[in-house]
């Protein structure tokens, strides 16, 4: 086992969780169980049934994981294909949450630690049963299946469908040349929560992607188009011809001095201003000094999402360190339950600055090819304070299809909508979209999951309908 593949493990066990659970408070915080335990159900209602976990030792929080993960069918499609099936964690996740997803005749609950041991024997190291953060084994768990996805392949093309990437850009308001500063992989999005009473998970994706504008910077493609026209200036002094379509001795090792050779060093620097990566390039010291330092723009820093996963995790971060302490930040999220978001891959900054900046209109056709649309099918909510707490999970059982082959097709036609389920360990409550959605002030993971084109286009049916409806109110 690599040593930094063991170090995650420890880092789960041991680092100061941001949100934790103790022992003590999870005694505290819920009254005896309420479980459903009919004996006369028809097989309707016994799809109404969903798999509790125990928790005997401070497991909230991998038992929320758990739940969270076998909500998503995305997952479950993913983990039976061949590719990556008989790897170890992947195989054991797929049994777990196969497990947790079977339509039950009588409420029962399963153990989450056939699961964890696996996880601890991959990394040879022992989870610790003292206080954990519900994202870090989350992301240890994410991270690990990404792993196990490689080493299926000797190329990096592809991804799992739960890995998405975010780029960094800027781009100068000038010269309009665009350069890529940093590409991120993730495999949970981490939307940091401001310190505020209220916000919506649309604000804080707006606030990730929003466009900054920086002036004053100096713009190595926009001193190169200066320079050059200082060059062509002494060119025309002298009258010299500089054919812009003659590039002969472009190209040359030696970089032409202005005084000697205004015409090839005219040229020299337009071609070093006119290539794609003007804006970084490495330039000659002779070049580099003769840069006019007061050129100065405007930039737009930029991040945006690249690839977009088919499985979205997001992370509310809720931790606020005052240089002395860790707590908990309580501002309230409304969690939208459709969100649609945008990918940059292919789209010029300013269309993708642009689009998102309508993320709240789901489901609108706005001709832009690059998006996604996604639904809340889980929920990790944690209550108490940011030391000790209770970790929850609110979950939409993926539909029963038959086949992996028709899940990952959207699944099969759901003759009623997905029931919601509050999960507390072993305790489990039927419970209603808005209830879900109510869960501003705890929410604290989210999971998303892309919704087929067929459902997209009855719901947007439905919107144009609600939309005709609300008109012949007026
Ligand atoms: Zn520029």
């Avoid at 040593?3 to 505290?28: F, P, Q, W």
Wanted: aromatic fraction near 6%; charge should be neutral.
């Amino acid at each position: 086992m690599p040593a930094a593949a063991n170090s995650r493990l420890i880092c789960i066990a041991t680092a100061v969780a941001s949100l934790a659970v103790s022992a003590a408070a999870y005694l505290l915080f819920y009254s005896p169980a309420v479980i459903r335990n009919d004996d006369d159900v028809d097989d309707e209602q016994r799809q109404r049934y969903t798999v509790g976990l125990h928790n005997p030792s401070n497991d909230c929080f991998a038992n929320s994981v758990l739940q969270a993960l076998s909500s998503s069918s995305v997952l479950e499609s993913y983990l039976a294909t061949d590719r990556v099936r008989q790897y170890k964690l992947s195989s054991a996740l797929l049994i777990m949450i196969s497990d947790l997803n079977t339509p039950i005749r009588y409420a029962r609950a399963s153990s989450p630690w056939p699961f964890l041991h696996v996880l601890e024997s991959i990394f040879k190291s022992r989870i610790s049963r003292t206080q954990h953060d519900a994202h870090e084994l989350m992301h240890l768990i994410l991270q690990t299946l990404t792993d196990e996805y490689a080493a299926t392949t000797t190329t990096t093309a592809g991804a799992p469908p739960f890995e998405g990437s975010t780029l960094d850009s800027i781009t100068c308001q000038q010269c309009f040349r665009t350069t890529t500063t940093s590409r991120c992989k993730f495999v949970v999005l981490t939307l940091p929560v401001p310190q505020q009473s209220s916000t919506t998970v649309q604000d804080l994706l707006a606030k990730l992607l929003a466009p900054e504008y920086v002036t004053g910077y100096g713009c190595q493609s926009c001193r190169l188009a200066a320079l050059a026209g200082t060059a062509r200036r002494v060119v025309q002094a002298r009258n010299l011809q500089a054919d812009d379509d003659d590039d002969d001795d472009v190209g040359v090792d030696v970089v032409p001095k202005l005084a000697g050779d205004p015409v090839g060093y005219y040229k020299y620097v337009c071609k070093l201003a006119n290539s794609a990566a003007s804006m970084t390039a490495d330039l000659p010291a002779e070049i580099e000094h003769d840069l006019p330092r007061t050129v100065r723009s405007t930039i737009v820093r930029q991040t945006s999402l690249h690839d977009l996963p088919g499985l979205l995790i997001v992370q509310l971060s809720r931790s606020i360190f005052d240089g002395h302490a860790s707590s908990r930040n309580d501002c309230a999220v409304q969690v939208s339950e459709f969100i649609t978001l945008y990918s940059s891959a292919g789209v010029s900054s300013l269309l993708y600055s642009a689009a998102t900046t309508t993320t709240t209109t789901a489901g609108d056709d706005d001709g832009l090819a690059n998006k996604k649309t996604y639904r809340l099918v889980g929920m990790i909510r944690h209550s108490g304070t940011h030391s000790a707490g209770h970790y929850e999970c609110y979950k939409r059982k993926p539909p029963q299809a038959s086949t992996a082959t028709e899940r990952l097709a959207g699944g099969p036609q759901q003759p009623r909508q997905r029931q919601w389920w509050r999960i507390s360990d072993e305790k489990v409550w039927q419970v209603s979209t808005s209830e879900v959605l109510k869960q501003t002030g705890t929410a604290y993971m989210l999971v998303y999951e892309t919704v087929p084109i067929a459902q997209q286009q009855r719901r947007r049916r439905k919107t144009t309908k609600q939309r005709q409806q609300d008109l012949n109110k007026i």
